[in-house]
């Protein structure tokens, strides 16, 4: 009698468990009609943030994302929250923020890196005046005589 007992406290445990967990977790930049967009504004804070903060752009400029992203963390606390609070909804407590110090951490390196890097990239700027050695020998060939003799 114990051992009916104890195998059917076991399966009605092992059913609850699954029931409670979802097979499937939410993978960062994939579809999703919650998380996605949730996920989006907290990377678009991270992305404003960094490039307004001087010691966060010295580490973006070595491509240091996650020590970028540490320095101004805090500053996007709301977003995570939010986050992380529909992924627990979602998916069961706790995981809101496992999902954010693991699967989202890693995601957001990527994303910063390609939001940011074009931006610290030098880039050369365009004049309407042509270079000095060039203006010279338009001179000289418009003129048919050097700038000094004028």
């Given at each position: 009698?114990k ?6 406290l076991?399966?009605?445990?092992a059913?609850?468990?699954a029931e409670a ?6 993978v960062?930049?994939?579809p999703?009609a919650v998380l996605a967009?949730l996920?989006e504004a ?9 490039l307004s ?10 491509a240091?994302w996650?020590e970028?992203?540490?320095v101004?963390?805090?500053l996007?606390r709301?977003e995570?929250?939010?986050?992380a ?5 979602l998916?069961?407590?706790?995981t ?18 390609a ?5 610290l ?5 365009a004049s309407?005046?042509?270079p ?5 020998l338009t001179?000289?060939t418009?003129?048919?005589s050097t700038?000094?003799?004028?």
């Amino acid at each position: 009698m114990k051992a009916v007992l104890l195998c059917g406290l076991a399966v009605a445990l092992a059913t609850s468990a699954a029931e409670a967990r979802p097979a499937r977790q939410h993978v960062p930049g994939t579809p999703h009609a919650v998380l996605a967009p949730l996920e989006e504004a907290a990377t678009a804070c991270f992305a404003e943030t960094v490039l307004s903060n001087p010691r966060a752009m010295r580490f973006a400029r070595e491509a240091r994302w996650f020590e970028a992203a540490g320095v101004i963390g805090f500053l996007c606390r709301p977003e995570v929250q939010r986050m992380a609070v529909a992924h627990d909804q979602l998916y069961g407590r706790g995981t809101g923020e496992r999902f954010f110090k693991g699967a989202y951490a890693r995601h957001l390196d990527k994303q910063l890196a390609a939001r940011l890097q074009p931006l610290l990239e030098p880039k050369s700027v365009a004049s309407a005046e042509p270079p000095a050695e060039k203006a010279a020998l338009t001179d000289v060939t418009e003129t048919g005589s050097t700038p000094d003799e004028h």
